[in-house]
């Protein structure tokens, strides 16, 4: 039967031998990070779920590739609806990098409100 639990003898003590099911092995990034320490602070029954579940990790994956797909649609639209473009790149680097920095940054409060700290 699946369900029985084998122990092991200590000292005289029995202790059950349990084990966390199998889990994906995904590197995880920035975003995905600040989700897990953001869940073990502010959703430790979250985070326990996944955990003892085995799916911390394909979370943490998908926060992630989410969290990057919408930095991808977010920047190119902020900067079309400020005006930064080629142009501006080639007349005035400086200031294109200065405004591509501040849409970044934008964009990076609006993954963390949105994505990682609800």
Same mark, same amino acid.
């Given at each position: 039967?699946?369900?029985?639990?084998?122990?092991?003898?200590?000292?005289? /003590?029995?202790?059950? &031998?349990?084990?966390?099911? +199998?889990?994906?092995?995904? @590197? %995880?990034?920035?975003? $995905?990070?600040? !989700?897990?320490?953001?869940?073990?602070?502010?959703?430790?029954?979250?985070?326990?779920?996944?955990?003892?579940?085995?799916?911390?990790?394909?979370? /943490?994956?998908?926060? &992630?590739?989410?969290?990057? +797909?919408?930095?991808?649609? @977010? %920047?190119?639209?902020? $900067?079309?609806? !400020?005006?930064?473009?080629?142009?501006?790149?080639?007349?005035?680097?400086?200031?294109?990098?200065?405004?591509?920095?501040?849409?970044?940054?934008?964009?990076?409060?609006?993954?963390?409100?949105?994505?990682?700290?609800?």
């Amino acid at each position: 039967m699946k369900n029985e639990i084998t122990y092991t003898e200590h000292n005289g /003590l029995y202790y059950p &031998d349990l084990a966390l099911p +199998e889990q994906t092995n995904h @590197i %995880i990034g920035k975003y $995905a990070n600040l !989700r897990l320490d953001f869940m073990k602070k502010h959703r430790r029954g979250t985070y326990t779920s996944l955990l003892t579940e085995g799916r911390l990790n394909e979370y /943490l994956h998908a926060i &992630d590739i989410h969290a990057q +797909e919408l930095l991808d649609d @977010i %920047i190119p639209r902020l $900067a079309e609806e !400020r005006g930064i473009d080629e142009a501006l790149k080639a007349h005035n680097a400086l200031q294109w990098a200065e405004e591509m920095n501040n849409i970044k940054v934008n964009a990076e409060e609006i993954i963390l409100r949105e994505v990682i700290y609800q």
